[in-house]
């Protein structure tokens, strides 16, 4: 899932597993076109889409340890592990460049059930946000009021 926020308008590039999960009902035409817009005040806490922001406050009572120093895509690292105290088996690992200025490169989160990563890259370089291709979009707003709003459909089998 992806998502550019660009004013008050969100514009949400979903998978199959987030349609899933999203809590509100979809229709076929959510899974035809690459991107999805919607009004940044229409976003529900479910979403994961209310604040962009990433904060790392649960880690306040995780303990850091320093990992080794390696490579990640030929450059060479330090990692840092943290591992959440609150919840077993929650482990977040921060990859930090070794050489020049020490940017943030990548984060590995691991649980019993889940794993992402998030890498970072381009720093100093400008940054051109624009909205996806109006072919490509599907505004929510165009769809009946009952279709992008309330509980999601299951399927039976």
């Not at 979809?26 to 817009?37: D, F, I, S």
């Not at 059930?113 to 890259?121: E, L, M, P």
């Not at 505004?139 to 089998?157: I, T």
Request: with cysteine; glycine share 8%; hydrophobic share 40%.
């Amino acid at each position: 899932m992806e998502q550019v926020r660009i004013g008050g308008t969100d514009y949400i590039h979903p998978n199959n597993a987030y349609l899933e999960l999203w809590g509100r009902a979809t229709v076929p035409a959510m899974r035809h076109k690459p991107w999805l817009k919607s009004p940044a005040s229409a976003a529900k806490g479910a979403d994961n889409l209310v604040d962009c922001a990433w904060p790392f406050s649960s880690l306040a009572e995780g303990k850091a340890t320093l990992g080794d120093a390696t490579k990640l895509d030929g450059k060479p690292v330090v990692s840092v592990n943290l591992a959440e105290e609150v919840a077993e088996g929650r482990l977040y690992t921060f990859y930090i460049a070794a050489e020049g200025k020490p940017y943030l490169l990548r984060i590995d989160y691991r649980d019993p059930h889940h794993r992402t990563v998030r890498k970072f890259s381009g720093f100093n370089d400008r940054l051109v946000v624009r909205p996806p291709a109006a072919a490509d979009i599907l505004d929510l707003s165009s769809l009946p009021s009952n279709a992008s709003k309330g509980r999601a459909h299951r399927r039976s089998r």
